[in-house]
């Protein structure tokens, strides 16, 4: 049974982590390497040894180190956790070239609100914000719609009770926490959050300077 990706939210105000320690990118086509090569601002990109959260953070200098990710895999999907200044949301949709498909989810903790992005083939296919609303933008913006809508997140305009005010209203949080369930179903992705959160994975410095965003 996977792991629903709702952990995420959860872990974004948590008290015992910092959401700058966990922005998280996904890759369909891709190896955790190549995944980090893409997303690196410099040349070569080395593996480093395994790492805690904690200690990729405190690689952060933000002098020569920027941004520090640890790599893994579930499943078919390639995965990077990145700790301290990460382009997140505003990454190029090149590193989607070739076929590629890409999940960023975006806490973006300093400048809320937290993002979902959906990049294939350098193109942006559905960009919106996490726990406030639904705006969609990108080439297939109703890509989740109908799951959302199951899912209570969005409500359905022919509803009787909807149009009378009556529908349920969901905390940012757990709005949240509905979307990247979804999300998570819907393509089949499913994130170790003990790995994550508590364990050690292969490390990499994917910025030595800071990101376009600053």
């Known amino acids: 049974m996977t792991e629903s990706l709702a952990w995420v939210a ?18 369909l086509g891709l190896s955790p390497q190549q995944l980090a090569e893409r997303m690196a601002d410099h040349e070569p990109v080395e593996v480093g040894p395994s790492l805690t959260v904690q200690e990729a953070s405190r690689m952060v200098d933000l002098t020569q180190t920027y941004c520090v990710g640890r790599i893994g895999r579930s499943g078919d999907w390639s995965f990077i956790v990145e700790c301290g200044g990460s382009e997140g949301w505003s990454l190029d949709p090149a590193v989607s070239r070739g076929g590629a498909e890409i999940l960023i989810l975006d806490p973006r903790p300093d400048d809320p609100p937290s993002f979902f992005r959906y990049l294939v083939d350098g193109e942006l296919r559905l960009h919106f914000e996490l726990g406030f609303g639904y705006d969609p933008a990108g080439t297939q913006p109703d890509l989740l719609r109908p799951a959302l809508e199951a899912a209570g997140v969005i409500p359905q305009e022919d ?51 800071p990101p376009s965003s600053w």
């Open 10 to 27: 959860d872990a974004w105000q948590s008290a015992n982590l910092s959401a700058s320690d966990l922005y998280i990118t996904c890759a």
């Open 159 to 209: 509803r009787v009770d909807v149009l009378l005010g009556k529908d349920e209203e969901l905390s940012p949080l757990e709005e949240k926490r509905r979307v990247l369930e979804v999300a998570g179903e819907h393509f089949g992705l499913s994130l170790p959050r003990k790995v994550i959160k508590h364990g050690r994975l292969p490390a990499v410095v994917t910025r030595t300077s």
